[in-house]
């Protein structure tokens, strides 16, 4: 036989299927590999299912969509020589009810005969939606209970009535409308447009699709389009990437999870290095016997290899099948806050990636301890020497090192955000590295204390230093454990705090649009009659999309820049003689209040970092299919969080002021008065649409809470295995304390004694390490709230602190638990087993 052969086949027999002193490893490496197979697995099931869903998802092959404005009939006629044609129309406006007060904002769609291209758009009976009459509209669920609607009811939007005909079940484009500021209620084009809501100026959104040959490429054809009509302020999308906002928020959020779990398998790993440790610990006299037998280091390091990689690898594949089944019950118990419910399929790649991840993870943390156990002479194993343990060969370091090397080159290259992904694996390697210094620190301090009088005292100090201490393990676990409990919640506190300390105090009750500018005085009027204390801020809004800056033309780019969110699709412009409330200048100046000179514009001073432009630089703007050449005035910080009307473009009233457009208006008032309004402003301007604050930031908060979940979710695991590393270092000490506990039960110490010794020993451990995963989760939980999600910084400390001592509290209680078999020891038995 081959020493290879010779050495499994040891390995076989003596490990025979009993996991007893491997079972720390198993934990640790399940939890870890199921947590980064669920999160990958999940993530490629969404984005898979976007893909695979784009035509649906997009309404067709590509899709045009344009503010403020239909096509033109050369541009349709240009379309419809592409393919088949569908075209809609989007708004927000009020609906009402006859005979009642009862008003509710819609996002209002009208559609032609051949929507939808691809998709089925179906009743919630199931059945296909037959096509709509100019006078019968389909409502959704939640506009139907809202208004408690009937079919065969009548609402009105503008200036025409509809018979709700239907309640709709699938709209097959609805995720590719992005955020929707109330219910939808869907009717013909001839329907929306007899309302009289579609007028010059007015806020709509047109959108056409094609459905193309399948010999047409969709990019080229884009390209060709956005060159032949780059002044026509056309949004083009393909159905590659029906949804970009969606698609970047998943990746994102599936990277940093992803992250999250890696980090929670590295935590995982120290409990590896400690269970193998405590393993090898326990097979000395196999070891030694072995070695007495002829079995050299390298037959000693081969049969211990073997059946860690093979209790590894069992481990690996538990995890591999948990996290490959996880997103169906994701689905199941979540599946309605998730942007799109995924079939179920298996992902081979983000299982690959996990088992790669947690079989080196397992490498690196147990080839010292197999390093250790092979290089100690047998003498020594007999003797049961502490110090000879602590012997690593330099080939060791060397593999570690490559293995690791292969961790950081896999989570880089396997990652959306190179950059992101290196320095969150630096970030945690820091955090390692200081735990573990810290841990020598402890120990170091401990052995050049002067002595306490104080039996116990005395006794705790020097448990932190003996011979065998694990200090530096219970460092490292309860430190980690204590810094992802802080760190949670300080995310979960301060994503929580984003909306109800945002919203300030004296925000607005409501946002109306589309009042008609020359009906501006008069709507100011009614509301002023309703509630003489309102305070009302008018101004205009228009709709435009940024194609040139600094001399660079926005179409040509291959990529956009980092946070330049401003140049994708069209945004809010509105003009002012005067510097709007809430902004103040940054660079620059703002310009005379007559100013009637060349195209000014005024920029928000982030928005003006992320593009590179400069007061003096170039800025063209395309609106309603004209071309307006600026020159940048002055940049403004801009506060966001007032909750009133902020754009990043705001120009003289002499270059606007002359383009068809209508005006919004923010209102302040008492809340008693907000029902009063609904009631009666929508049927006075048929054509506002009333939007409450309060819905806004509820909506928002939805969404921070589902991410907040997510996160918590990941990182819990982390958690777990952070517990199971606590319970592994205490494990590997448990040796030698049983050893000093039968010593100090025979010079007369009781049970008490005993465990007041360790009580104050993890005491003082968990005191130095909350305030060092205080500090620690505080910058982490920082990092991931401003610089991953942008948000602002606002946890609650009292929840922090709070959340900090339970973790404190707990780890104590593990420890302690784990001293009962301590205790239970016998002196006599004891004795003669050591």
């Known amino acids: 036989m081959t020493d290879i052969a010779k050495a499994w086949t040891i390995a076989r027999r003596d490990l025979r299927g009993r996991f007893a002193g491997l079972r720390l490893l198993i934990i640790c490496l399940f939890l870890g590999v199921a947590t980064l197979a669920a999160i990958g697995s999940l993530t490629s099931a969404i984005s898979g299912e976007l893909a695979n869903q784009g035509q649906s998802i997009l309404g067709g092959d590509l899709e045009i969509s344009v503010s403020q404005r239909e096509a033109r009939p050369d541009e349709l006629k240009a379309l419809k020589a592409e393919g088949e044609l569908s075209e809609t129309l989007r708004l927000q406006a009020m609906a009402r009810l006859p005979d009642s007060s009862d008003t509710q904002l819609v ?9 939808p291209l691809y998709g089925d758009f179906t009743l919630q009976d199931g059945k296909l939606a037959p096509p709509l009459g100019p006078d019968q509209i389909y409502v959704t669920p939640a506009l139907q209970q809202r208004l408690s609607l009937s079919i065969g009811d009548i609402i009105s939007f503008g200036e025409a009535s509809f018979t709700v005909t ?7 484009d609805r995720l590719s409308e992005g955020l929707s500021l109330g219910p939808v209620a869907i009717t013909s084009l001839e329907g929306l447009r007899s309302t009289g809501l579609i007028q010059p100026g007015s806020l709509f959104q047109s959108k056409y699709r094609l459905k193309l040959p399948a010999t047409t490429d969709p990019g080229e054809l884009r390209d060709r389009l956005e060159q032949q009509y780059k002044n026509a302020a056309w949004e083009i999308k393909t159905r590659d990437n029906g949804a970009p906002s969606t698609q970047r928020f998943i990746e994102r959020m599936g990277q940093f999870l992803t992250l999250v779990g890696l980090a929670s398998l590295v935590i995982a790993g120290i409990g590896v290095g400690n269970g193998v440790a405590s393993y090898l610990r326990g097979k000395q006299s196999a070891i030694a016997t072995l070695k007495i037998l002829g079995a050299d280091s390298a037959m000693i390091f081969r049969i211990y290899m073997f059946q860690i990689l093979a209790v590894a690898m069992i481990a690996i594949a538990a995890g591999l099948v948990i996290g490959a089944l996880a997103p169906l019950l994701i689905v199941a118990v979540a599946g309605d806050a998730l942007p799109i419910q995924p079939e179920f399929a298996l992902y081979p790649l983000p299982l690959v990636v996990s088992a790669a991840y947690g079989l080196l993870i397992a490498v690196i943390f147990a080839l010292p301890p197999l390093s250790r156990a092979k290089l100690i002479p047998a003498a020594g194993l007999f003797r049961g020497e502490i110090r000879s343990w602590r012997q690593v060969d330099r080939s060791t370091w060397i593999a570690v090192t490559l293995a690791i090397l292969a961790i950081v080159a896999l989570a880089v290259g396997t990652g959306r955000e ?3 992904s290196l320095a969150f694996i630096g970030a945690a390697l820091g955090i390692l590295l200081l735990l573990s210094l810290l841990g020598i620190l402890i120990r170091w301090t401990a052995s050049k204390a002067p002595r306490p009088k104080q039996p116990l005292l005395r006794l705790a100090l020097t448990n932190l230093h003996r011979p065998g201490a694990q200090t530096g393990q219970l460092v490292v676990a309860l430190g980690l454990g204590l810094t992802l409990f802080a760190t949670l919640a300080a995310i979960q506190t301060s994503l929580t705090n984003e909306i109800r300390l945002s919203v300030p105090r004296e925000a607005p009750n409501f946002f109306v649009l589309d009042i008609p500018v020359e009906r501006a005085d008069a709507f100011k009027a009614q509301v002023t009659a309703a509630a003489p204390e309102a305070k009302i801020n008018i101004v205009p809004t228009l709709r435009g999309i940024i194609t040139e800056y600094g001399g660079q033309v926005v179409s040509e780019l291959d990529e956009l820049p980092e ?41 928000d001073e982030e928005q003006a970092a992320a593009l590179g432009l400069n007061v003096g630089d170039s800025l063209t703007v395309s609106l309603l299919g004209v071309e307006i050449r600026t020159t940048v005035a002055s940049l403004r910080k801009i506060n966001w969080r007032n909750f009133g009307f902020n754009y990043v473009l705001v120009f003289p009233p002499n270059v606007l002021a002359s383009t068809p457009h209508n005006v919004a208006a923010t209102i302040q008032l008492d809340e008693a008065k907000e029902d009063s309004l609904l009631g009666s402003l929508p049927s006075e301007f048929p054509s506002i649409s009333m939007v409450k604050v309060k819905e806004i930031a509820s909506q928002i908060g939805t969404i921070l809470d589902q991410m907040a979940t997510a996160i918590a979710s990941a990182a819990s695991i982390a958690i777990f295995s952070g517990i199971a590393v606590l319970i592994g270092a205490i494990a590997a000490s448990r040796q030698s304390r049983i050893y000093d506990s039968v010593i100090l039960k025979l010079l007369g110490a009781t049970r008490a004694q005993i465990l007041s010794a360790q009580a104050i020993e993890y005491a003082a451990l968990a005191l130095i390490l909350s305030a060092v995963a205080l500090g620690l989760g505080l910058f982490a939980g920082w990092f991931v709230i401003t610089r991953i999600f942008e948000f602002t910084w606002q946890p609650d400390w009292m929840t922090v602190m709070v959340t900090l001592a339970i973790g404190a509290v707990m780890t104590l209680g593990i420890g302690l638990l784990g001293s009962i078999p301590v205790l239970s020891a016998k002196p006599a038995r004891a004795l003669r087993e050591l």
């Open 166 to 172: 239907g309640i709709i079940g699938d709209e097959p």
């Open 563 to 603: 946070g330049a969110w401003v140049l994708r699709g069209d945004r809010g412009l509105t003009y002012s003689a005067v510097l709007p409330e809430g902004s103040e200048i940054a660079a620059g100046k703002w310009w005379p209040e007559n100013y009637d000179g060349p195209p000014l514009v005024s920029v």
């Open 418 to 420: 190179p950059v992101f």
């Open 107 to 115: 996002e209002l769609k009208g559609v032609d005969a051949p929507y």
